[in-house]
């Protein structure tokens, strides 16, 4: 006759073992180290992570003669900072406002990262040239940049000490020493060396572009440039906001002789086809 109790199964021999296995102390103590271990490489990623926004770059605005409110403002909306470094003068543009930046717009950047700003003075003012001589182009150009100097034209000297790298500096024609007094938002000249074997480049494609985004590329590419404007381009500010519809030669992969010229032709920006 049956009581009604259940009999209570036994565990197999395998479960028992295992059981056994887990209920052992040292296992115990190895699972919960591991454990931890596994929780404090998770924390200390997620962290890393984040502090250093690991993977997480926005690209540069452009700055140029925003007022510093604006461009402050520009800048918190991209998620990173301005900092005023020094000031030039312009004539043309508005006193107060933006005339150089560094990194420059279109660079991609980690948030949080401080632009170097130069700001347009409100009295004319004079700059000490600095020494470009054994620097590389690129070194130059943004050197020129931080003083509030302008890269001018690009002169090929044949050399062996290799391409691109700054021979000679020259301001209104004539040779520019280290330390002397230029004016501020002036144009160097640069005179640049060039390998037997390395006289050859290629038009980079700036179609959309402004006009300092496009010679800023140009140049990169140790090429020459001439801007012509179409006549809607009235004024100064509308000078900086046209962009590039048309160049010529073409961008092309075909080899071109560095210190070669690209002419651009630029419109408003509003008058560009979609």
Do not use: C
């Not at 605005?61 to 003068?89: C, N």
């Not at 002169?155 to 691109?164: C, F, H, L, M």
């Amino acid at each position: 006759m049956s009581t009604g109790k259940k009999t209570k199964k036994t565990p197999s021999p395998f479960v028992q073992k295992i059981k056994g296995f887990f209920n052992n102390w040292i296992v115990k103590n190895l699972l919960i180290a591991i454990a931890i271990v596994l929780v404090l490489i998770l924390s200390v990623n997620i962290f890393l992570t984040t502090y250093t926004r690991h993977g997480e770059k926005v690209r540069v605005p452009d700055f140029f003669s925003l007022s510093i409110p604006a461009a402050e403002k520009a800048a918190r909306d991209a998620g990173m900072e301005i900092v005023i470094t020094d000031s030039v003068y312009n004539k043309r543009l508005a006193p107060g406002s933006v005339f150089s930046q560094v990194p420059p717009a279109g660079s991609f950047v980690k948030k949080g990262r401080h632009i170097s700003v130069v700001i347009n003075s409100f009295v004319p003012r004079k700059v000490k040239m600095p020494n470009l001589v054994d620097l590389s182009l690129r070194q130059a150009m943004t050197n020129l940049n931080s003083k509030g100097l302008q890269v001018g034209k690009l002169i090929y000297k044949n050399s062996s000490e290799g391409t691109n790298l700054v021979l000679e500096q020259r301001y209104r024609g004539r040779k520019v020493q280290p330390g002397q007094q230029v004016e501020s938002g002036a144009t160097i000249d640069l005179v640049l060396g060039l390998k037997s074997d390395e006289t050859n480049t290629h038009v980079p494609n700036v179609a959309g572009k402004t006009v300092r985004e496009a010679t800023n590329t140009i140049l990169d590419y140790s090429l020459n440039v001439r801007a012509r404007f179409d006549k809607e381009v009235r004024t100064y500010e509308d000078s900086l906001r046209a962009v590039v519809y048309r160049q010529s030669p073409s961008a092309s992969s075909l080899p071109i002789l560095r210190g070669q010229e690209v002419t651009l032709y630029l419109r408003p920006a509003e008058t560009e086809e979609e």
